[in-house]
């Protein structure tokens, strides 16, 4: 049995997974290695807590929420949704100075209530509108910026993956999580429109298109089947017709007629890459969130979540949940949101109970929080792929991304000092 003070614990494991990390080891991968002279040297354990707990931090069936929403939001992509929503963004607000920067903004929007995945939403949209924007004299850079900081909304607004995720391991209402997180997630949306405006009138950015209710008529008619999945998710989870399982699963089938019949732009040859994109996504996704289960596992074995409780006794919640986005925000840097989440639950734990900071509230803002790092450097995986196709380094996105990531933190601000901002919807009986 290992008899190390708890603190020396944690720096080895962190000493472990960094350096693995480092030598560019997969995430997953490097969360096992840093268990590994754990499970080996302590008697309590062998390997095969390994494999228990991997298959324990899966065994949900919650997360079986996961796939079916990806796969519902690569069929809505692949028959040409996207393409709908963009031109109905388009008929908005594209006659606004600088509009294809703020219909960026609000396509990624609409996309978010299908997909629920940050990294499908800038591969979607980006690919789009990212040339469309540079073809029209927007800079490369700043293309790349609002596309990246758009994306971030569909991590927050449902389906969020990341909130099923959430609620599955700390045992929070999915539904509620969702229903609070729809008005930060909007006001993110109208933040970062705001900047891409004043950043348009500063650069002198042109108008899309004149505004023409032909051109919006046409438009709407069209997107219309494409809010049809975050009808289901939020009138379900809102008068308790569904769980998160059953509303994914109902997206999927929505999905495939709405591409089947509506559109009528959907192969068998689109439902098998489909079905390629989503294994590839979820077993990402959820094979690091395996990993980090065993090292969450260990954390508490260890009572390394102790260590800090005597920190922060006393203190008010709305400073501990600030620290909280402290850590995240610099944890968000370098992982995932799902390792990220899986491995600080149980740190935080006792804080959050201590405090008596809503669980809702919690919740939504740790993820807004771990959402930001989606585009903040050097891991931001978001801030990667936007810059990959604007084909610029991204060292020279993160000039114009400042103010986006200033306008993220400033709602989470309001999320963190104003719980009702979170927790007014989820309240209405």
Do not use: H
């Not at 969360?31 to 065994?59: I, K, T």
């Not at 800079?139 to 758009?150: F, G, I, N, P, R």
């Not at 008005?183 to 899309?208: C, F, N, Q, T």
């Not at 989503?278 to 990402?284: C, D, I, K, P």
Request: aromatic share 12%; charged share 10%; net charge neutral.
């Amino acid at each position: 049995m290992i008899t190390l003070d708890p603190g020396i614990i944690a720096i080895i494991m962190l000493v472990i997974f960094f350096g693995t990390v480092i030598i560019r080891v997969p995430v997953a991968l490097a969360l096992v290695l840093a268990c590994v002279p754990f499970v080996l040297f302590d008697s309590r354990f062998d390997l095969e807590l390994l494999v228990q707990r991997m298959y324990a931090g899966l065994d949900s069936f919650v997360l079986l929420a996961v796939p079916f929403f990806i796969l519902a939001a690569t069929i809505m992509t692949v028959s040409g949704v996207t393409d709908k929503l963009i031109d109905f963004a388009r008929a908005i607000i594209g006659w606004v100075r600088g509009g294809l920067g703020v219909v960026n903004v609000a396509s990624s929007i609409g996309f978010s209530g299908m997909s629920g995945s940050s990294t499908a939403d800038v591969s979607g949209t980006g690919s789009m509108l990212i040339p469309q924007m540079v073809k029209r004299g927007y800079s490369a850079e700043y293309s790349a910026a609002v596309t990246a900081s758009a994306a971030v909304i569909s991590s927050i607004i449902p389906p969020s993956i990341q909130l099923i995720v959430w609620g599955s391991l700390t045992n929070t209402s999915i539904g509620s999580l969702f229903l609070g997180a729809i008005i930060p997630g909007i006001s993110v949306g109208i933040a970062l429109m705001l900047v891409a405006y004043l950043l348009a009138i500063r650069a002198g950015y042109k108008r899309d298109r004149a505004f023409g209710w032909g051109f919006f008529f046409s438009t709407f008619w069209k997107a219309i089947p494409a809010f049809g999945i975050l009808a289901i998710v939020v009138i379900g989870f809102r008068f308790g017709l569904v769980t998160a399982t059953e509303a994914a699963v109902t997206a999927v089938i929505y999905a495939i007629i709405v591409a089947t019949f509506i559109y009528r732009s959907w192969t068998w040859k689109d439902f098998f890459q489909s079905l390629i994109t989503t294994a590839r996504l979820t077993g990402v996704a959820l094979l690091a969130l395996a990993a980090a289960s065993v090292l969450g596992y260990l954390l508490a074995i260890y009572n390394i979540p102790s260590m800090f409780q005597s920190l922060l006794s006393g203190v008010p919640g709305w400073a501990v949940l600030a620290v909280i986005v402290l850590v995240l925000l610099i944890m968000g840097c370098f992982l995932d949101a799902l390792p990220a989440m899986a491995i600080m639950i149980p740190v935080f734990a006792p804080f959050v109970l201590a405090a008596g900071i809503d669980p809702v509230q919690y919740g939504v803002v740790a993820i807004m929080t771990l959402a930001l790092g989606l585009i903040t450097p050097p891991v931001g995986i978001c801030l990667m792929i936007a810059a990959q196709i604007a084909e610029v380094n991204m060292v020279k996105v993160i000039k114009p991304l400042l103010p986006f990531i200033a306008a993220i933190l400033f709602i989470i601000g309001i999320a963190v000092a104003f719980p009702q901002f979170v927790l007014w919807l989820p309240g209405l009986d």
